[in-house]
């Protein structure tokens, strides 16, 4: 089964500067999507930004961005710019697409963020 | 956003009462979900469903049963609420690569 780790419980960051949430996840596959979801104090869940692994190049969704290292499994998140609006719980989460399992996303246990004026 | 609604939004129950939650979606999408999310835990599969009819066991499914018979909706039971089982609940579709997720169901089992 597939393991997704985020070790970070939480990170803050100051207004209009720089921050890199960490992911990694455990997988014997070769084909999957990974994805950063965004959950503000409303609780409702945001897909920030998506990455296949057949993809060699990162991700990148305006001030979000992805830094995809497959053969260290790690798939970290960058804000640029940081915003107050940025302040929420982050998910990493993975999909694969093989047989059953193709069916679920996993998730890890999420990294709360804190932007400071 | 996905048209995902979730009923209710806010419950409180006693222990060992049957709970049953709701997911309606209007998408027509072919893959439904049920998460449940707590404190240091992230969000974990309880039960999804690939059609109608057809369900199948996630992560932590112990207590908890579902019911698909039709697109539009996918049923979450409680069969007999214990404390444990409080948590904020999630539903989700998903067609092909996103996940589209309801505004989830708040439970406390006193």
């Known amino acids: 089964a597939q393991t997704v780790t985020q070790s970070q419980p939480e990170m803050s960051v100051q207004e209009a500067e720089t921050v890199t949430l960490s992911c990694t996840y455990d997988?014997?596959?070769?084909?999957?999507?990974l994805f950063w979801y965004k959950q503000p104090p409303s609780r409702q869940m945001i897909l920030v930004i998506r990455?296949?692994?057949?993809?060699?190049q990162n991700a990148t969704e305006n001030r979000f961005s992805v830094n995809f290292q497959k053969a260290a499994k790690s798939f970290s998140l960058k804000i640029s710019d940081s915003q107050l609006g940025d302040a929420a719980m982050y998910f990493c989460a993975y999909r694969s697409l093989l047989g059953g399992s193709n069916y679920k996303l996993t998730f890890g246990k999420g990294t709360l963020l804190t932007v400071n004026p | 956003d996905a048209g995902i609604t979730q009923s209710p939004r806010h419950k409180v129950t006693e222990t060992g009462t049957p709970v049953t939650l709701r997911c309606h979606q209007t998408e027509n999408h072919r893959y439904m979900y049920w998460y449940r999310q707590d404190p240091g835990h992230g969000l974990r599969l309880i039960h999804y469903?690939?059609?109608?009819?057809?369900?199948d066991k996630g992560e932590v499914s112990d207590g908890y049963s579902v019911s698909r018979s039709k697109t539009e909706d996918f049923l979450l039971t409680l069969e007999s609420a214990t404390s444990s089982q409080t948590s904020v609940y999630f539903c989700a579709t998903r067609e092909n690569t996103e996940a589209f997720f309801g505004q989830g169901t708040r439970l406390t089992v006193v």
């Open positions: 990455q296949e692994a057949y993809k060699q």
């Open positions: 469903s690939y059609g109608v009819k057809d369900t």
């Open positions: 997988t014997s596959e070769s084909d999957y999507y």
